[in-house]
């Protein structure tokens, strides 16, 4: 079985500061790793994700993130923050192998200060 | 990619009563998935439809409660049933592109259960 564990359901940050979110994920199998966004009152949005090769992924809005296999993390990053990142953030993970869905984490809710 | 719509986008019901939520992909796809978020909480996988077989509900939800059909490959159903107030959250239809590293998520339905 599949679990993702976000730590800290509420990240506060001032704006212009780095964003860091993190992201532990628990798979037998190769996992594929995602994060999305979503703004308040809208859908999800993918920001990044990863499937294989470069473990730096880059995504939107200048997110990235790193895939470490021998933590098992995925956390996401943004070297400034700017106001309109305030949103909760979900982390997930699928296994690589056949129509499988997504499992999500408790999400994180990103507050930016200015 | 995937298009994804979904009929109602809100809907306010009455305790008792059943709403079916309407998911349309602009393209053929093997699986489809339905989650609830629950307010403020993270989604959670009701069910897998596959076309032409029985939907496979996760554990603690129950096709009593959340018949679910797929007549076609483009086309689902998720009826909830007997609604309580509990059962307000959002529902989200979820379809798998022609890997695993490609999910798409519709725009969410908001229901409000009074």
């Known amino acids: 079985a599949q679990s993702v564990t976000q730590l800290g359901s509420h990240v506060s940050v001032s704006e212009g500061a780095l964003v860091l979110l993190r992201c532990n994920y628990s798979s037998s199998v190769p996992p594929y790793l995602f994060w999305y966004v979503q703004y308040p009152n809208q859908g999800l949005q993918l920001l990044l994700k990863y499937t294989t090769g470069a473990t730096l992924v880059k995504g939107i809005n200048g997110f990235e993130a790193e895939f470490k296999k021998s933590e098992t993390s995925f956390h996401l990053t943004k070297p400034s923050a700017h106001m309109s990142d305030a949103a909760e953030y979900f982390c997930?993970?699928?296994?690589?192998?056949?129509?499988?869905?997504?499992?999500f984490g408790k999400g994180t809710r990103l507050s930016v200060i200015a | 990619s995937a298009v994804i719509s979904q009929k109602p986008s809100r809907d306010i019901c009455q305790r008792g009563t059943s709403l079916t939520i309407q998911c349309q992909v602009d393209s053929q796809v093997t699986m489809m998935f339905w989650y609830r978020q629950q307010p403020g909480q993270s989604l959670t996988l009701i069910a897998t439809?596959?076309?032409?077989?029985?939907?496979?509900?996760e554990s603690g939800f129950v096709i009593d409660k959340f018949p679910i059909s797929r007549p076609n490959l483009t086309f689902s159903t998720l009826t909830v049933s007997n609604m309580s107030p509990e059962d307000s959250s959002i529902y989200l239809c979820?379809?798998?592109?022609?890997?695993?590293?490609?999910?798409?998520f519709g725009p969410g339905t908001r229901l409000l259960v009074l």
């Open positions: 997930a993970v699928t296994q690589n192998s056949g129509n499988t869905p997504l499992v």
């Open positions: 439809a596959n076309q032409g077989s029985e939907a496979t509900y």
């Open positions: 979820s379809v798998a592109g022609d890997s695993p590293e490609t999910q798409y």
